[in-house]
T-cell receptor, first 113, second 114 residues
Framework: QQQVKQSPQSLIVQKGGISIINCAYENTAFDYFPWYQQFPGKGPALLIAIRPDVSEKKEGRFTISFNKSAKQFSLHIMDSQPGDSATYFCAASRKTSYDKVIFGPGTSLSVIP | DTEVTQTPKHLVMGMTNKKSLKCEQHMGHRAMYWYKQKAKKPPELMFVYSYEKLSINESVPSRFSPECPNSSLLNLHLHALQPEDSALYLC?????????????FGQGTRLTVV
């Protein structure tokens, strides 16, 4: 059972465009939603994270939008750059078990010049 | 220093071999993790150590045996693996267990079982 759904599976965006990755979850016990970025040959790295009491969080060109009632959240990458080409994983964890981070299946982003 | 160091970077082993993966961090983190990642898939949690004690074992086969000799080191002992165990094995650490804190991942060990 996939606890965190993620789409699209792959995404090609022109340089300077906006990349949008969507995620959805079922378990209302989740209360922390991180996004990880992984480059080939590297381990994942935390990009940005949000709690459900906040509807939006922005860090530089990266913004998370959160819709608690719909149990959906999304990552927007503004002014996408070729260096943003990587695999992005949304994830979720819950207060009683923060160590068990549930990852979405991932989105492979390619930003073309 | 926000680095988690894993050795070796690559490992090829036969199904009858015994090998170990090593992970080290000097950030004072008290939670350490082993993940397995297959190609084009998300990381899957295998084990969690909290304050040097095994706190989570995600029903991992006994051919994988974790060890935490001290708060900075984490090992994963491998024995009698199968070809389907070939994957990227990631170590991670975080400041504390039980509350949210950022997990820092190592670069992983690319394991091939032949």
């Amino acid at each position: 059972q996939q606890q965190v759904k993620q789409s699209p599976q792959s995404l090609i965006v022109q340089k300077g465009g906006i990349s949008i990755i969507n995620c959805a979850y079922e378990n209302t016990a989740f209360d922390y939603f991180p996004w990880y970025q992984q480059f080939p040959g590297k381990g994942p790295a935390l990009l940005i994270a949000i709690r459900p009491d906040v509807s939006e969080k922005k860090e530089g060109r990266f913004t998370i939008s959160f819709n608690k009632s719909a149990k959906q959240f999304s990552l927007h990458i503004m002014d996408s750059q070729p260096g943003d080409s990587a695999t992005y994983f949304c994830a979720a964890s819950r207060k009683t078990s923060y160590d068990k981070v549930i990852f979405g299946p991932g989105t492979s982003l390619s930003v073309i010049p | 220093d926000t680095e988690v160091t894993q050795t070796p970077k690559h490992l090829v082993m036969g199904m009858t071999n015994k090998k170990s993966l090593k992970c080290e961090q000097h950030m004072g983190h008290r939670a350490m993790y082993w993940y397995k990642q297959k190609a084009k898939k998300p990381p899957e949690l295998m084990f969690v150590y909290s304050y040097e004690k095994l706190s989570i074992n995600e029903s991992v086969p006994s051919r994988f045996s974790p060890e935490c000799p001290n708060s900075s080191l984490l090992n994963l002992h491998l024995h009698a693996l199968q070809p389907e165990d070939s994957a990227l094995y990631l170590c991670a650490s975080s400041y504390q267990s039980g509350g949210w804190s950022e997990a820092f991942f190592g670069q992983g060990t690319r394991l091939t079982v032949v």
